[in-house]
C-alpha cells in the first residue's frame, strides 16, 4: 500500500514538474511600488494536458502571491486560435477565494489581440465585476515597464523579440528564459 502512494504522489509530482517546466505561470519580480508580480504567458500554457491539473498548477503558484496585493501580467504575445489559457484565468478568478481579486493591483495584459481585449471585457463585465477597473491593456513592453521595472521582469525571447519586430529599440537583455 505504502508503494502505490508513493508511486501516485511521484506521478503526480511528475506532472506538475512537466506544468512548471512550461513557464507558463511564475514569479516575477516586483512592480514599482514593492508589490509582488506574477506572469502568465499564454503561448506556454499546455494545451495537450487535463485543464484541471493546469488548473490546479496555476492556483499553486498564484496563491502565495494573493495573500496581499499583487500584480498580474498576461503576455498574449504571438498566440493564436482558440486559447485554453484565457479559460483557466477566467475560471481562477471565477472560482477561486475572493482574495484573487480583491488583492489584484492591476491586470496588465500586453499584446493582447482584439478578441482577447473583447472577451476579458466581456468576463470582467458578466462575471468579474471588481476586475474590471484593473485590467490595463498595454501594446508594447515600452508601456509595461513604466509600471514594472525591465530589470523585474522575466520574459521569454521571443516576447522581447516580438516586441522589438513591431516597435524597435528594447532591449534583450532581461531574458532569462
Request: net charge positive; hydrophobic share 35%; with cysteine.
Amino acid at each position: 500500500f505504502l508503494v502505490v502512494v508513493s508511486t501516485q504522489s511521484t506521478g503526480i509530482n511528475a506532472e506538475y514538474g512537466r506544468i512548471a517546466k512550461c513557464r507558463a505561470v511564475f514569479h516575477s519580480g516586483f512592480d514599482k511600488a514593492g508589490v509582488p508580480v506574477v506572469v502568465c504567458v499564454g503561448k506556454n500554457f499546455p494545451v495537450h494536458l487535463p485543464e484541471h491539473k493546469v488548473l490546479s498548477h496555476c492556483i499553486q503558484v498564484m496563491d502565495p502571491a494573493t495573500t496581499r496585493e499583487y500584480c498580474l501580467v498576461y503576455f498574449h504575445t504571438t498566440c493564436t486560435g482558440p486559447r485554453k489559457d484565457l479559460n483557466l484565468l477566467q475560471t481562477v478568478f471565477s472560482n477561486a477565494p475572493s482574495r484573487y481579486k480583491t488583492n489584484l493591483k492591476a491586470l496588465y495584459s500586453v499584446h493582447a489581440s482584439r478578441l482577447q481585449r473583447i472577451m476579458t471585457w466581456w468576463f470582467t463585465v458578466s462575471k468579474a465585476k471588481e476586475v474590471k477597473g484593473k485590467v490595463v491593456n498595454l501594446n508594447s513592453l515600452e508601456q509595461l515597464f513604466t509600471k514594472i521595472s525591465q530589470e523585474q521582469l522575466q520574459i521569454p525571447q521571443f516576447i522581447l523579440d516580438y516586441d522589438y519586430g513591431i516597435h524597435g529599440s528594447i532591449s534583450s537583455s532581461t531574458s532569462d528564459i
